[in-house]
């Protein structure tokens, strides 16, 4: 009986021995899975209230504003007078820098070829207005990923100038008799800003 005991707890022993030397000498594995959820910038940029992804023109959004003075009645364009019309870029719904680009042009359906860009300011920014020298007809302005609207007046008038004009006087007054439009073309790039 004592030989069995002994027999019990050696077999006892060795079976604790080999459970305590499996689990010191372990190879222990765990693993885990995780998500990296990153928000996504947008590209909804408004032009006018209008989705620029949505429209391809957006005539229907500019009011061009010729205020008027005691020389000539208000929203209509003569000789000389200082027009505008505002872009209002609305980059609320983006998350990174942007810059835009505004070309200007008269439409080839104009009637009168005389009336241009001359100037554009940023309401809101300064007070004074930026005249474009010679030819050229674009602005470029950004927006910061921060920055939520951003206005640019465009100003538009009627070269009256003998030296540089295409239609003399006459021609003008020929025009207007027969209610001739000014058509201006405005084409807006947007492009995202990198460092």
């Known amino acids: 009986m004592k030989k069995k005991i002994l027999l019990f707890l050696a077999l006892l022993w060795l079976v604790i021995s080999f459970l305590m030397i499996k689990t010191t000498y372990a190879k222990y594995l765990s693993s885990i899975d995780s998500n990296a959820n990153i928000s996504i910038s947008a590209w909804r940029i408004k032009l006018n209230t209008q989705d620029v992804m949505e429209i391809s023109d957006f005539t229907e959004n500019v009011n061009l504003i010729f205020p008027g003075d005691n020389y000539y009645t208000a929203d209509t364009i003569v000789p000389g007078a200082l027009g505008y019309f505002d872009l209002v870029v609305d980059t609320s719904e983006v ?66 100038n003998p030296n540089t004009e295409t239609l003399n006087d006459s021609e003008d007054t020929q025009i207007a008799t027969n209610s001739g439009k000014a058509i201006l073309k405005a084409n807006v790039l947007f492009e995202q800003l990198v460092n």
Not at 101 to 127: H, L, M, R, W
Not at 146 to 154: A, L, Q, W
């Open 95 to 160: 998350s990174l820098a942007v810059k835009y680009t505004v070309t200007t042009s008269v439409d080839e359906n104009s009637d009168i070829p005389d009336a241009k860009i001359v100037g554009y300011s940023f309401p809101g920014q300064q007070n004074y207005i930026t005249y474009l020298e010679g030819s050229a007809n674009s602005v470029s302005s950004s927006s910061a990923a921060s920055v939520n609207t951003n206005t640019i007046r465009i100003y538009v008038s009627w070269n009256d």
